[in-house]
């Protein structure tokens, strides 16, 4: 019998954030970064991103609670780069 692995559950994370919303014709699989832009922190936007990743991606269903979380890094000279941690590995978030 086969074992997913922590290398495995990030490469699925990796590939969900780097397919964009209806890159699979039929599917609305993916996401959308740059839906988060422009928002106020208290909007729930954040948590809604994680429960499309949550549902899009169902091995992260067997994660406890707080094992998969997002994060916003203040950096030069006036961005924020997004964070996914899954169960203690970051994976920052690209937007394209």
């Known amino acids: 019998m086969a074992t997913i692995t922590g290398n495995d559950i990030q490469g699925m ?10 890159g699979y014709l039929g599917s609305d699989y993916g996401q ?12 729930g936007a954040p948590d809604s991103f994680l429960r499309k990743m949550r549902s899009d991606v ?8 707080g094992s998969l ?4 890094v203040p950096s030069l000279p006036d961005r924020l780069d997004l964070i996914v ?6 994976i920052e ?3 394209g």
């Open 93 to 95: 978030v690209t937007g």
């Open 85 to 90: 941690e899954v169960a203690g590995q970051t």
């Open 32 to 43: 959308d970064t740059k839906s988060l832009l422009q928002r106020p922190h208290a909007d």
């Open 13 to 22: 994370v990796r590939h969900w954030l780097n397919t964009p919303v209806g």
């Open 69 to 72: 979380n997002l994060y916003g």
């Open 58 to 65: 169902p091995v992260l269903q067997a994660l406890p609670t």
